[in-house]
């Protein structure tokens, strides 16, 4: 059966990204598991696929039929899924982190109706954290209510922000990163975009931009949005693509900054170097 209710499919991800937790944690103290690298520099690890493998397992016992994108078993159709209803998830966000020994690592599943993402969830095993929310009821960590800051100025907003792999690309961002060092209170690079989104949404980060893959930012997106963040594209989204699946030039700020945030990154592009 897969006409769940949000807060079916809500409370199913819940326990599927904490069992996916566990395994994460259980991995790491066994420190067993194998490191390559992708194309363009990109880490993964023995975890990562099979964490993949047992959400991928997970889904399809509660939702059978129902399509999957994933990190690692599917990113070749990131953009082209026309799903009805489509399963987003990165197993271990921040893998660099898990293998660093690093505590920001997140499990993130998202969930997406006729391209509107509905139902996300990001799980942090070594922080103890797992953030939830579905389409109109709210978002919350731990099962408490959460909402963003109250921050109203550049000179007061702390920014999350990542960098791209390669490392050709990264050179087009320092604009970008001069002008919120110099506007902002200060930058984070935390090296987990899905809690980058759940900060924003909880009040630790007051922004966040950046340019990832959908599995990175589609959970914490929904988590953003209904914790009562803005959420938005400094660019126009192609027409065939879902805004929600998107996952470039992406702002998200606490709804006092997020004019004054993208007015700032959009000059930054504009400057010559």
């Known amino acids: 059966?897969?006409?769940?209710?949000?807060?079916?499919?809500?409370?199913?991800?819940?326990?599927?990204?904490?069992?996916?937790?566990?395994?994460?944690?259980?991995?790491?103290?066994?420190?067993?598991?194998?490191?390559?690298?992708?194309?363009?520099?990109?880490?993964?690890?023995d975890v990562d696929v099979a964490v993949d493998k047992l959400i991928s397992q997970r889904l399809e016992e509660h939702f059978p039929g129902e399509a999957r994108l994933s990190e690692e078993l599917a990113p070749e159709s990131a953009l082209h899924e026309a799903a009805p209803k489509l399963w987003v998830v990165d197993p271990i966000d921040g893998t660099v982190n898990f293998a660093q020994g690093l505590r920001h690592v997140a499990v993130s599943i998202g969930w997406m109706e006729e391209g509107v993402a509905k139902v996300g969830v990001v799980h942090a095993p070594f922080l103890g954290e797992t953030f939830s929310a579905a389409e109109g009821a709210g978002a919350f960590c731990n099962g408490k209510p959460i909402q963003p800051s109250s921050a109203d100025s550049l000179a007061h907003t702390l920014v999350g922000t990542g960098f791209p792999y390669r490392k050709e690309e990264r050179k087009q961002l320092l604009k970008r990163l001069e002008a919120v060092l110099f506007e902002c209170q200060d930058v984070r690079r935390n090296g987990a975009a899905a809690l980058d989104l759940c900060d924003v949404a909880c009040g630790r980060l007051d922004a966040y931009y950046e340019s990832v893959s959908p599995w990175d930012f589609v959970a914490g997106w929904v988590i953003a949005r209904e914790a009562g963040a803005r959420v938005g594209h400094l660019y126009p989204v192609p027409p065939a693509v879902p805004e929600d699946l998107y996952p470039d030039h992406l702002i998200v700020t606490a709804p006092g900054v997020y004019d004054a945030m993208a007015y700032l990154l959009l000059e930054a592009d504009q400057c010559k170097p």
């Open 1 to 45: 059966m897969s006409d769940h209710t949000l807060a079916a499919r809500l409370e199913i991800t819940i326990a599927i990204a904490e069992e996916a937790g566990q395994m994460i944690i259980k991995a790491r103290e066994q420190q067993d598991f194998a490191q390559r690298l992708k194309k363009d520099n990109e880490l993964v690890t």
